[in-house]
């Protein structure tokens, strides 16, 4: 099982940057991938990227491509999201998420433990 603690939400101005944390502990961090999740009210859970148990790849939703960066440091046992460029659509809570595998994935159910979740709230 996997611990994850969120940090770094806020409020910002659109065209603002946030970034985001996740610390793990529990699971040898290298040993899965990590994803992000944002929900907002009323809407389902939605990808936002996720990193392999390396770092050597990475994969984001078109809705953030070019303007979300997802990493992590295994020395740190964290994974940061990078937020440049935000729009009031990105307004929702944000969720960081440890996969089942090394490897990429995108769906919720291939990722076993979860953060309890930040709030961004992006003005216009």
């Known amino acids: 099982q996997v611990q994850l603690v969120e940090s770094g939400g806020g409020l910002v101005q659109a065209g603002g940057s946030l970034r985001l944390s996740c610390a793990a502990s529990?699971?040898?961090?290298?040993?899965?991938?990590m994803g992000w999740f944002r929900q907002a009210p009323g809407k389902d859970r939605e990808f936002v990227a996720a990193i392999s148990w390396s770092g050597g790849s990475t994969y984001c939703a078109d809705s953030v491509k070019g303007r979300f960066t997802v990493s992590r440091d295994n020395a740190k046992n964290t994974v940061y999201l990078q937020m440049n460029s935000l729009k009031p659509e990105d307004t929702a809570v944000y969720y960081c998420?440890?996969?089942?595998?090394?490897?990429?994935?995108?769906?919720?159910?291939?990722?076993?433990?979860w953060g309890q979740g930040t709030q961004v709230t992006v003005s216009s």
């Open positions: 998420a440890a996969g089942d595998y090394i490897t990429i994935a995108t769906m919720p159910l291939h990722f076993g433990s």
């Open positions: 529990g699971r040898t961090f290298s040993s899965y991938a």
